[in-house]
């Protein structure tokens, strides 16, 4: 009888529900569930900000487990996973306070400033490790600080944390996700006291982080009676970066783009770099299992080009758009990672703007798909930089591997040699977690050797 796990994968565009087993050794995955997401725009205090509906969220996660006893698949156990920085507060009752604010949201301008004059941002680095990002944990709550949400608050969970609370009332902080956040100390794996003492935090409402892998207990009576069974919550590496790492095939220390919405481009390490050449190069060290470090940057990804097509009212596929940019090449160079694209009007607009002159749809794909690559090896030339090494491989995993373009203008620019795939990796890697929970692997090591196996993995 098959034992199944269930990979709850929730991304800043779409969300999966994929059931996986292990069968004579390789990993079999089924995706039975699948949800759109996007930030909402609402009005507060007559001023625009984007935040997440996680009431409807939760509802398609109950919908999704309740879709596995429709099939007759009842997962053993279950694991959420979510992007980084985003967050919950709860008061005394346990309701979220105003919800939750996406990423995208503007509201840092205020606060960065602020948090800055009370702990210069090199000291933050020192710390913690976190690239500077107008979007990290540690500016958005220091808002909620400047506007009394911070007040009212009694427990601080990330997303992924929230949800795994609805499901079972346990409140479990998973550490890969918490590293996210700008506040956790490099050394000690834990919330940075001085760090909160400077920002006014209450330590109560913030948990101990616990390694992936690590129970958090059984769904909720309420919650069994609605998807028709129970199960019990793992935690997988819970930011959806970490648990891709676990399914990249990696061999010795190999640096990887986790490529998708976002494009995470690193490194494992054994220890964090929190020195002034890796503070410059604006790499991160975000936490990952097995007591290593991510040593990573964000690259804004395909967001801009999945933003271009929302704006042409979705009537081209990604891989239609991806032969229109083949057929119009352009030579026009510009940052990715300008803020000025993190959440424009148009992002259409905004890149002929930027590139000076109009641009036909086919060569705006082409111009992010080219500057993208064009980032990917400035970033890898400044982690070579950091670490001391040279790489001749370069693994890319995610949804984003599958573009052949991109993937050939990646080798253009880097003059690195590909592996692709896991395209499903951070579903893959956040059940590889359960599994380890569960005791039906020994570690990351062996859930990597059963990827090679499973799955198809191209070498260009």
Not at 85 to 104: F, M, P, S, T
Not at 424 to 432: D, F, K
């Amino acid at each position: 009888m098959r034992s199944y796990s269930l990979a709850i994968d929730i991304g800043a565009s779409s969300g999966r529900h994929i059931l996986g087993w292990l069968e004579n050794g390789i990993l079999k995955t089924e995706e039975i569930y699948r949800f759109p997401n996007n930030p909402t725009t609402v009005t507060k205090d007559g001023a625009r900000c984007l935040k997440w509906d996680i009431d409807r969220l939760f509802k398609e996660i109950l919908t999704g487990l309740a879709k596995a006893a429709e099939l007759g698949k009842i997962p053993e156990t279950v694991g959420i996973d979510t992007w980084g920085v985003d967050y919950v507060l709860l008061d005394k009752n346990d309701e979220a306070i105003e919800g939750a604010y996406c990423y995208r949201d503007s509201r840092t301008d205020l606060s960065i400033p602020k948090v800055h004059e009370k702990i210069p941002f090199e000291k933050l680095y020192e710390k913690t490790g976190i690239q500077f990002a107008s979007f990290n944990t540690v500016y958005q709550l220091y808002h909620d600080r400047m506007t009394g949400r911070l007040d009212k608050a009694a427990a601080f969970l990330m997303l992924p944390d929230y949800f795994h609370f609805r499901l079972t009332g346990k409140k479990v902080q998973d550490y890969t996700n918490a590293t996210t956040t700008g506040m956790v100390n490099a050394k000690t794996g834990t919330w940075d006291d001085e760090i909160l003492d400077l920002l006014g935090c209450d330590k109560s409402i913030f948990r101990t982080p616990s390694k992936p892998s690590t129970t958090v207990g059984t769904f909720s009576p309420e919650v069994a009676a609605r998807v028709g069974y129970e199960a019990r919550i793992v935690l997988p590496a819970t930011h959806d970066t970490a648990s891709a790492i676990v399914a990249a095939p990696l061999k010795g220390e190999a640096p990887y783009i986790s490529s998708g919405t976002w494009s995470l481009l690193g490194v494992e390490q054994p220890f964090a770099h929190t020195d002034a050449a890796a503070c410059k190069a604006d790499y991160s060290n975000e936490g990952a299992p097995e007591g290593k470090f991510r040593l990573q940057k964000n690259i804004m990804g395909l967001w801009l080009l999945q933003q271009v097509r929302h704006e042409a009212d979705d009537k081209y596929s990604f891989a239609e758009l991806t032969d229109m940019a083949r057929e119009n090449p352009i030579d026009a160079t510009f940052d990715v990672n300008e803020k000025k694209f993190m959440a424009p009007v148009s992002m259409t607009e905004t890149i002929k703007e930027t590139v000076g002159r109009d641009l036909s749809i086919g060569e705006i794909a082409y111009t992010i798909l080219n500057n993208l690559a064009r980032s990917y090896a400035a970033s890898l030339e400044a982690l070579e930089g950091v670490t001391g090494n040279r790489y001749a491989t370069l693994n890319i995993i995610g949804g984003g591997s599958k573009n052949e373009l991109l993937n050939e203008l990646t080798i253009r620019h880097t003059g690195k040699k590909l592996i692709t795939g896991p395209t499903e990796g951070t579903a893959i890697g956040n059940l590889l977690m359960q599994f380890i929970g569960r005791g039906e692997i020994r570690d990351v090591a062996e859930g990597r050797e059963i990827v090679e196996k499973s799955f198809d993995i191209q070498i260009h």
